[in-house]
């Protein structure tokens, strides 16, 4: 035991070795009739420093991320001082828990690092650290890939991610419930892509309700494009990020690519196509019997939507949801529910989705 410091009122601070509870101190105070007596006893975290290292400088930006952005997204969620000496370690300090924690993350981080041959983007970082941490999402080890393209595939992320993809596979017709951020149209619009790719379909559609939140197209500014751009433009984002934008404006020039509001549907039997309707909580029960009876030879259809999100008036029932009951049974169609655990966007949106799923009160 070792004397650390005089204290006020004739106290002395103590410091004994490390145990189970980390580093104590203990103070002491003269007590009655010039006895001493232990005035407090408090313990301090051990904290514990281990280290990485990496093949050159290129490699610790890799790692750590443009401007150090991986780096902050790490200690933001795990309770850690990150550290570099020179350009080739990496230090990691904190509780010894925290730490081993840590390290794990970056050197999974390494070895992803090198299977893609290229750097990280944060939800990757954050998958990776939930996995490691026990927190959020698990990774699904047997989700088929998604290769929409050459050089380039999507793995689902989750294991209900990687249940959404079978699915879609195996089913003619998938229905696909969750909250933002699971991937539900991202995973549709890459299994459609590389459908088209394989050359098992000839088109795909991408369907939108053009009305949300009470909105007419009426009482919108602009030409019928203007109007029903706001709309379509998730589905269209989500296209452009897996094939090359000027592929994709010739696709829709020879009309392989179509994205349309709900309203264009009718009437129209679509062979040989993989149909996408995204937020299909907004339709009313009619519309989407509209549209669920679209669907022709060879074709698949995915609806995929936010329960917790419905805006339409309030007697009007979200087709979305009859549907799920509706359809239950029915050989070639499945339901599948993701959760706020196959969330992959921002770490704060699966906890903002736990908070909202409490109760109206919190």
Known sequence: MERLWPQAAGAIGYLFPSGPLGTGVVSRAKGTKGHSAIASVRSRPCMTEKSISVGSAEELVLLLGTKDQHLRQIRGMIPVKI?????????????????????????????????QHGPLDSEQVAQIVHRITGNGATASPNAPPIDIRAGRKIRPR??????????????????CVGPAGTGKTYLAVATAVEALRDQSIRKIVLVRPAVEAGESLGFLPGDMQAKINPYLRPLQD?????????????????????????AYMRGRTLNNAFIIMDEAQNTTVGQMKMFLTRLGEGSKMVVS???????????????????????????????????GSDIVRHRLVQEIVSAYEEGPNG
Do not use: N
């Open 158 to 175: 989750t294991q209900g991610q990687g249940d959404y993809v079978k699915a879609i596979r195996t089913h003619d017709l998938v229905i």
């Open 83 to 115: 550290l570099t000496r020179g350009d080739v370690q990496v230090f990691v300090q904190g509780d010894e828990s925290a730490v081993i924690q840590a390290i794990a993350v970056l050197e999974e981080m390494k070895a992803a690092i090198a299977r």
């Open 238 to 262: 989500a296209l452009r990020e897996m094939i090359d934008p000027e592929q994709v404006r010739r696709y829709m020039e020879d009309d392989v690519i179509e994205v349309a509001p709900l």
């Open 305 to 339: 939507g936010d329960t917790s999100q419905v805006d339409l008036p309030h007697h009007a029932r979200s087709g979305l949801v009859d549907a799920l009951h509706r359809l239950q049974g029915i050989e070639g169609v499945a339901s599948v529910r993701l959760s």
